[in-house]
């Protein structure tokens, strides 16, 4: 009687325990799956641990660590997808800019995001872009700007580019077709203007048609180098 007792129990118990998870479908689909939970808990730790080797050491160390790589600007893209300090850092070893016109309604953004520009490229630009009021954009920017490339002269952007960013030592001016060459013949008076407007200026890069007068560009001194691309 003792052993039908004890049968009866357990299964009153039995009962009661599949009565309460039927009627908390919640507990049973916890119970049902402890495998999938564990896997999902496994992969977080992964991510976790791998963000936190990312972060163990300082900026500095891993700038060090790109420059020895030789990253150019194609690797620093892949290496900015890897983390948020790994974006950071690579931003602020962004040292060159070319713009195009696709890349115009994001250059603000994109002079924010490169604080430490030494060289901008604005040669792919088409002729119908403002080139004056682009350079007056960039002019608001407090970088160390050293080398600039335009395909057309604009005396207004110039002018602006000169009060901010007074350690130019490169110019480049190159036209992209004959005819735009024709369009954007750039003179004299205009390269006299140029050195007025940035007198550390050392490198002077032109690319010319047969309607420059480069004999007359010859003739001036104000340069340490000068150099002429036909």
């Not at 020895?68 to 974006?87: R, T």
């Not at 030494?118 to 080139?131: C, G, I, K, M, P």
Request: glycine fraction near 0%; aromatic fraction near 8%; charged fraction near 25%.
């Amino acid at each position: 009687m003792a052993a039908s007792l004890k049968s009866n129990v357990i299964e009153r118990r039995r009962r009661k325990v599949a009565a309460a998870t039927k009627s908390n479908p919640r507990k049973r689909r916890k119970t049902a799956a402890p495998a999938t939970a564990t896997a999902k808990n496994l992969e977080k730790r992964r991510i976790t641990k791998s963000t936190a080797t990312c972060s163990c050491l300082p900026d500095d160390l891993w700038e060090l660590i790109f420059k020895s790589l030789n990253s150019d600007n194609l690797n620093f893209k892949s290496l900015s997808a890897v983390s948020k300090q790994f974006l950071s850092i690579t931003n602020r070893m962004r040292i060159s800019l070319t713009v195009t016109d696709e890349t115009i309604p994001y250059l603000p953004r994109l002079l924010h995001r490169f604080p430490n520009l030494t060289s901008v490229d604005l040669t792919r630009l088409s002729q119908a872009r403002d080139l004056g009021a682009i350079l007056t954009q960039i002019s608001t920017f407090s970088f160390d700007l050293r080398a600039l490339s335009c395909n057309s002269f604009a005396a207004n952007g110039l002018l602006a580019l000169s009060k901010t960013m007074k350690n130019l030592t490169s110019f480049s001016f190159t036209p992209l077709t004959p005819f735009t060459r024709r369009m954007s013949i750039i003179k004299k008076n205009d390269l006299l203007f140029i050195v007025d407007c940035f007198p550390l200026l050392e490198k002077l890069i032109l690319t010319y048609s047969n309607d420059y007068p480069i004999e007359e560009f010859s003739k001036i001194d104000f340069f340490d180098q000068a150099v002429f691309l036909e």
